[in-house]
């Protein structure tokens, strides 16, 4: 059996782009309250926090999916670990939406 190694990049940027598109869904859920009449100045600070984690989220994956493209894909252990930090993030914004 022979390894494909195209697959495994093309697989990390879907995830990648999948993750970026569940993250989107969360900071709008998270900035929703922040529009609402009387909305103090605590909702718009996690509004701008969550919209900000987004656009650095997308920002790693636009930087990272060239390095993917390379054969062999270029390592990049400090995009990775900041990519799953924010995304660790982001659970954490996500469960406090639902739960609130």
Known sequence: MTRDPGASPERTRL????TGLSA???A???ARPAVHPGAGVAEWLVAAAAMGG???LVGLALHRSPGLRGRPP???PRAIRAYALITVAFALVGGLVVML
């Open 24 to 26: 989107a869904a969360v």
């Open 28 to 30: 709008l859920l998270a």
């Open 74 to 76: 270029r390592p990049a």
């Open 15 to 18: 995830a990648w782009r999948r």
């Open 54 to 56: 987004w656009a650095a």
